[in-house]
């Protein structure tokens, strides 16, 4: 089935089972690699992209759904990697291993987009899908938390 979408601010047409998880277009039929493979059941957050917006976990999504609509990875938040949560996870050492980062991210710029300035109970929430097998919750959150921050004294936040 022929299915047409924008990802990252680009018109893509794939020819693939409808029923194929937005997470395998993405990345072994589009290779935007960034956005990863955790469980495969939408419990660990690591495959969070923005479909409209609004942070959906690909791995269990099928591709049909995002017909004629606008798809985000980690890759389409910056051209160069600096969407201001991107800076702040370098700033204040938030990876470790890294592996859950680009779903963290998706989720926090998911949750900004739509809450500015967000209450901690807010980060939480938006965040609580996303595991992180480090354990670096607190500085996510802080890293969450500084660019709220910067956006009320009128930094920018795409």
């Given at each position: 089935?022929?299915?047409?979408?924008?990802?990252?601010?680009?018109?893509?047409?794939?020819?693939?089972?409808?029923?194929?998880?937005?997470?395998?277009?993405?990345?072994?039929?589009?290779?935007?690699?960034?956005?990863?493979?955790?469980?495969?059941?939408?419990?660990?957050?690591?495959?969070?992209?923005?479909?409209?917006?609004?942070?959906?976990?690909?791995?269990?999504?099928?591709?049909?759904?995002?017909?004629g609509r606008k798809l985000t990875t980690i890759e389409g938040l910056s051209d160069n990697g600096h969407h201001p949560l991107q800076v702040a996870w370098v700033d204040m050492k938030v990876p470790q291993c890294g592996f859950c980062q680009a779903g963290q991210i998706m989720s926090a710029a998911a949750l900004l987009q739509r809450t500015s300035h967000p209450t901690d109970g807010e980060i939480d929430e938006a965040l609580a899908g996303n595991l992180c097998r480090c354990g670096t919750y607190n500085r996510i959150k802080d890293a969450v938390k500084h660019v709220a921050a910067a956006k009320r004294q009128g930094g920018s936040s795409k």
């Open positions: 089935m022929t299915i047409k979408f924008s990802l990252n601010d680009k018109a893509h047409e794939v020819n693939v089972p409808e029923d194929m998880p937005i997470l395998w277009v993405v990345r072994d039929v589009l290779g935007h690699t960034g956005t990863k493979y955790g469980c495969g059941a939408a419990l660990c957050g690591a495959c969070t992209v923005h479909l409209d917006g609004e942070a959906i976990r690909s791995c269990v999504t099928p591709i049909s759904a995002a017909a």
